[in-house]
């Protein structure tokens, strides 16, 4: 089975070389630093799995698709830090087969390789509850609405991102900003699909996620 490790970080990419040469099954085959450097190895070598970090310096989601298209047998399993649940989602509608967290365990490192390289997916157990949290199913996860492009809101969408997350309904907010109950209906339903989520926590979520709103707003909520 041959594999490519794909992370600009060294002390990152000898663990991973560690870990995976641990197995007798697993040959790796090159090692990137690099967008440019990971598809040149895949020009050159027969690669059944690429283990990378699309977040780490030299690197960007951009290669993921890139990868997917040109070399379609290759699979790719994503070991990040961190990631917000929607960073995740737009890795898996990127083409990233199986996800990982840089602290997951040995055994679940190992395993995301094996089964990605049968065709299967793979997620470790935090990366699952991450998603779950934001209420996203990852099986209704639409693949072909990808895109590498950055989510843009207008202030509109900001305004009433904001005060769906401080709590106020359809008419309420439509009161506020002296709009029609289906003028903010619309602005909803654009941002939920702007933003990859189905409902309201997860544009909550991301409200605070993104400094939009504090945390703290909530805590003294019944006092207002």
């Known amino acids: 089975m041959n594999l ?4 600009s970080n060294e002390i990152i990419r000898v663990g991973l070389r560690t870990i995976l040469t641990s197995q007798p099954q697993f040959s790796i085959v ?10 040149d190895i895949l020009k050159n070598f027969p690669v059944d799995v690429v283990i ?28 990040t830090p961190d990631q917000s649940a929607q960073t995740l989602i737009n890795a898996l509608k990127s083409g990233v087969n199986s996800y990982i967290k840089k602290d997951c365990d040995v055994s679940e490192i190992i395993n995301s390789v094996k089964d990605t390289s049968e065709g299967k997916k793979f997620f470790c157990g935090q ?17 072909n609405e990808f895109s590498c492009d950055e989510v843009v809101l207008s202030e509109r969408e900001i305004e009433i991102i904001i005060l769906i997350a401080e709590g106020h309904t359809n008419n309420q ?6 709009l029609s109950h289906h003028t903010v209906n619309t602005h909803r339903k654009n941002i939920m699909y702007k933003l990859g989520v189905k409902n309201t926590a997860a544009i909550v979520i991301y409200a605070v996620k993104t400094g939009l709103v504090t945390p703290n707003k909530f805590l003294f909520s019944s006092e207002r």
């Open 173 to 178: 907010i439509a009161d506020h900003l002296h």
């Open 30 to 39: 090159g090692e990137a630093t690099s967008n440019e450097e990971v598809i």
């Open 52 to 79: 990378m970090d699309y977040t780490a310096d030299g690197f960007s989601i951009d290669v993921i698709p890139e990868i997917k298209s040109k070399f379609k047998s290759t699979g790719i399993v994503a070991i």
């Open 4 to 7: 490519v490790i794909a992370d």
């Open 127 to 143: 990366i699952l509850k991450t998603i779950q949290k934001s209420e996203i199913d990852v099986d209704d996860v639409d693949l």
